[in-house]
């Protein structure tokens, strides 16, 4: 089952997105944080995090870390840009946080398997 890239960034996806999710509902859900702010700081927690499983587990580079991490770090500047806009926009529109955070991870999940095998993780 672990064989294949995929398989490896879909078990590397649901362990930053639990840990994504938790720092966004602690810091909203519990302790009164505005949701742009915590949503930012859920976020950007998750980075290193993501990178490093990413890079070692799932795609298996043997690249070097520095290239691939500047090519990281451009997506996410997309990702953080288009899941900022769906958890406030449907939040706005009287959509749970929760569930606006899980669609903007879906999205930027099918957008960054190619984007991790073909550019940013590539030999």
Do not use: E, I, Q
Request: net charge positive; hydrophobic share 60%.
């Amino acid at each position: 089952m672990w064989s294949h890239s995929a398989s490896r960034f879909l078990l590397v996806g649901a362990l930053s997105y639990l840990f994504d999710l938790g720092v966004l509902v602690v810091l909203h859900g519990l302790l009164g944080v505005p949701l742009a702010v915590a949503t930012t700081l859920a976020f950007g927690s998750t980075l290193l995090l993501n990178f490093g499983l990413n890079r070692a587990f799932a795609f298996r580079s043997t690249g070097l870390a520095g290239p691939a991490f500047v090519r990281y770090l451009a997506l996410v500047v997309v990702n953080y840009v288009l899941t900022l806009l769906m958890v406030t926009g449907f939040a706005a529109l009287g959509v749970s946080y929760v569930v606006a955070k899980t669609g903007a991870t879906a999205v930027n999940a099918v957008l960054n398997y190619v984007a991790y095998r073909w550019w940013v993780f590539r030999a």
